[in-house]
């Protein structure tokens, strides 16, 4: 696999697992709940733009 995707993939790892901390923190915190349709799809949104903006930004830092 070209380092540059697997970087990217693992990036996108990072960003959901971060994000799903952070709307569980939020959720304990305030006793609100979120619908888990709404949760997956915000999380894929995360995940997804999380690769592409990694493996965009890889291009400049390089």
Known sequence: MNP????SLLWG?????SFLVLLQGYE?????RYSIGLK???TLLVGVG?????????EFLD
């Not at 790892?13 to 697992?17: K, T």
């Open 4 to 7: 540059r995707v697997k970087a």
């Open 13 to 17: 790892v990072v960003g959901v697992l």
């Open 28 to 32: 304990l915190l305030t006793e609100y």
């Open 40 to 42: 997956v799809g915000t």
């Open 50 to 58: 999380t690769v592409a903006l990694t493996y965009a930004a890889d």
